[in-house]
């Protein structure tokens, strides 16, 4: 098969893939929670903020506010404030830069850092599985590689997830347009757009991680469990790097985070640097389905 008949083959999947998804109400489930769990993050989040602003009224005698962002610039210059974006962002460096950001769409990066790993694995795990199960992939496999038939089924699954993260910055954006004052309609978008692109190719390894899991079972609910428990495994061994950078043990803290996506998380903050993360995420994601290809490309369909 030549180069091109392989990437005509694996966007006929993807799409069999997303609209299929359409078609049985899974997307638009998948879509609603997403969107029902960004928007109620980013409702705490102003909560957060008025309790924070309401405390900084009391120091400094003026009356309290009863709606968040009324006092955003005094509260960007305080210790606390800048504190809690240094614990978002990574880096004291990095806060420098979020300062000039809406700080709405600089909490629903880092919600979205921690929810969309779990979200694209979950949600991939079921995508070769579920017609492993059924026997029906045997029939796709006669008029594709399967090589291709599994690259296709993963672009399906990151269009989905692509999908439903950009679906939820609406939740977010009236969440913030709402409940927060100060906010430019215009601004406050377009960043929420920006940062989401970079939270999406965050997803890309736990995409793969998902669909690797699918090719082992012929259980949906076994394959999601795998996928899950091996991206909450990636996060405990981010935590064992990071002690193992803190305690003299550089070369393995290094090489972990070369391997892990969050090895990389913290540069996709970054005003430019972020395209390199986003490059290396978006290699992770193919490496990772390969693990599983190497026992499906073998199987008894």
């Given at each position: 098969?030549?180069?091109?008949?392989?990437?005509?083959?694996?966007?006929?999947?993807?799409?069999?893939?997303?609209?299929?998804?359409?078609?049985?109400?899974?997307?638009?489930?998948?879509?609603?929670?997403?969107?029902?769990?960004?928007?109620?993050?980013?409702?705490?989040?102003?909560?957060?903020?008025?309790?924070?602003?309401?405390?900084?009224?009391?120091?400094?005698?003026?009356?309290?506010?009863?709606?968040?962002?009324?006092?955003?610039?005094?509260?960007?210059?305080?210790?606390?404030?800048?504190?809690?974006?240094?614990?978002?962002?990574?880096?004291?460096?990095?806060?420098?830069?979020?300062?000039?950001?809406?700080?709405?769409?600089?909490?629903?990066?880092?919600?979205?850092?921690?929810?969309?790993?779990?979200?694209?694995?979950?949600?991939?795990?079921?995508?070769?599985?579920?017609?492993?199960?059924?026997?029906?992939?045997?029939?796709?496999?006669?008029?594709?590689?399967?090589?291709?038939?599994?690259?296709?089924?993963?672009?399906?699954?990151?269009?989905?997830?692509?999908?439903?993260?950009?679906?939820?910055?609406?939740?977010?954006?009236?969440?913030?347009?709402?409940?927060?004052?100060?906010?430019?309609?215009?601004?406050?978008?377009?960043?929420?757009?920006?940062?989401?692109?970079?939270?999406?190719?965050?997803?890309?390894?736990?995409?793969?991680?998902?669909?690797a899991a699918s090719q082992l079972t012929t259980s949906?609910?076994?394959?999601?469990?795998?996928?899950?428990?091996?991206?909450?495994?990636?996060?405990?061994?981010?935590?064992?790097?990071?002690?193992?950078?803190?305690?003299?043990?550089?070369?393995?803290?290094?090489?972990?985070?070369?391997?892990?996506?969050?090895?990389?998380?913290?540069?996709?903050?970054?005003?430019?640097?972020?395209?390199?993360?986003?490059?290396?995420?978006?290699?992770?994601?193919?490496?990772?389905?390969?693990?599983?290809?190497?026992?499906?490309?073998?199987?008894?369909?």
């Amino acid at each position: 098969m030549t180069l091109l008949g392989a990437l005509r083959d694996i966007f006929i999947v993807a799409q069999f893939e997303v609209l299929r998804a359409i078609r049985t109400w899974r997307a638009m489930a998948l879509f609603f929670l997403y969107a029902i769990a960004a928007s109620g993050a980013a409702y705490i989040f102003t909560q957060v903020v008025l309790a924070i602003e309401n405390g900084l009224a009391k120091q400094l005698g003026v009356p309290e506010t009863q709606v968040a962002g009324a006092m955003l610039t005094e509260l960007m210059s305080s210790d606390t404030f800048r504190s809690l974006l240094e614990g978002m962002v990574g880096s004291e460096a990095a806060v420098e830069h979020v300062l000039n950001v809406p700080v709405l769409a600089v909490f629903n990066l880092w919600f979205s850092f921690a929810l969309i790993p779990f979200f694209a694995a979950s949600a991939s795990a079921e995508s070769v599985s579920i017609d492993l199960r059924s026997r029906s992939l045997r029939f796709e496999a006669l008029r594709t590689g399967r090589m291709e038939l599994i690259l296709g089924r993963y672009v399906g699954q990151l269009v989905l997830t692509g999908i439903a993260s950009m679906l939820s910055i609406f939740g977010v954006f009236a969440v913030g347009m709402w409940f927060m004052r100060g906010n430019d309609p215009v601004v406050l978008m377009g960043w929420l757009f920006w940062l989401t692109l970079r939270a999406w190719f965050f997803s890309m390894p736990f995409a793969g991680v998902g669909v690797a899991a699918s090719q082992l079972t012929t259980s949906p609910a076994w394959a999601r469990v795998m996928a899950v428990g091996i991206t909450a495994g990636s996060w405990l061994l981010y935590g064992f790097a990071n002690w193992m950078s803190a305690n003299e043990y550089p070369i393995i803290a290094d090489l972990l985070f070369q391997i892990l996506p969050q090895g990389w998380m913290h540069q996709l903050w970054e005003p430019t640097a972020w395209i390199l993360p986003a490059i290396v995420c978006s290699v992770l994601g193919p490496v990772a389905v390969l693990v599983g290809f190497i026992r499906f490309a073998g199987r008894d369909l």
